[in-house]
C-alpha cells in the first residue's frame, strides 16, 4: 500500500542527496521509538521493584530490601543510559557515515536488548528470585557493546 506523494516528497525527490537524509531520518527516528520502548519496559520493572522494596519493608526483611534498592539503582541508572545513549545513525554532514552492514549489526543489537528487557519484565514479574542483578547486568553489557560499535564510526 503506497501513499500518495505530497508535496514534500516531490520537492525532496528534485534535490540531490535528499532521499539519504529522509532514510537516516526515519532510521532516527525507529531507533527513538524503539529506544522508548525499552525505555517503558524497564520503569515498568523498578515499578515492580520499587512493590518488592515496599513487601521486604513489611516483612522487616533489611536484608532483601537493600537488594532489592541496590538493584533499583542499578536498573535506573541503566534506564537513563538507554534514554540517552547514541543514536543509530551518524550526522548527515559527518565525515563518516554508518554502512548499512553496520547499521543492520546496531538494529540486531537493539532487537537483542529490546527481547533481553521483556525477558527481564518477565523475570520481575514472576518475584521468584532476589537475584536480579545478572539480567540487569546483561542488558548493561549488550547497551556498552552497541554504543562502543557506534562510537567507532563518530
Known amino acids: 500500500m503506497d501513499r500518495k506523494k505530497n508535496i514534500f516528497d516531490k520537492i525532496g525527490s528534485l534535490i540531490p542527496g535528499y532521499r539519504g537524509y529522509a532514510e ?9 521509538l524503539l529506544r522508548e520502548q ?10 515492580t521493584i520499587n512493590a518488592l522494596i515496599d513487601e521486604s ?3 522487616r526483611n533489611p536484608e532483601k530490601t537493600k537488594i532489592f534498592e541496590d538493584n533499583r539503582k542499578r536498573l535506573n541508572t541503566l534506564t537513563a543510559k538507554i534514554k540517552f545513549s547514541p543514536y543509530g545513525a551518524s550526522a548527515f554532514f559527518s565525515n563518516s557515515q ?7 549489526q546496531i538494529y540486531k543489537n537493539d532487537l537483542e536488548i529490546l527481547e533481553r ?3 527481564f519484565k518477565q523475570f520481575i514479574e514472576d518475584k521468584s528470585s532476589t537475584d536480579i542483578n545478572p539480567s540487569i547486568e546483561e542488558i548493561v553489557a549488550l547497551l556498552d557493546a552497541r554504543n562502543q560499535f557506534i562510537k567507532e564510526f563518530k
Open 57 to 59: 519493608i513489611k516483612n
Open 98 to 104: 554508518i554502512k548499512e552492514s553496520e547499521l543492520e
Open 117 to 119: 528487557a521483556n525477558s
Open 24 to 32: 537516516r531520518e526515519g532510521r532516527r527516528q525507529c531507533d527513538k
Open 38 to 47: 525499552v525505555v517503558s519496559i524497564l520503569e515498568q520493572c523498578e515499578t
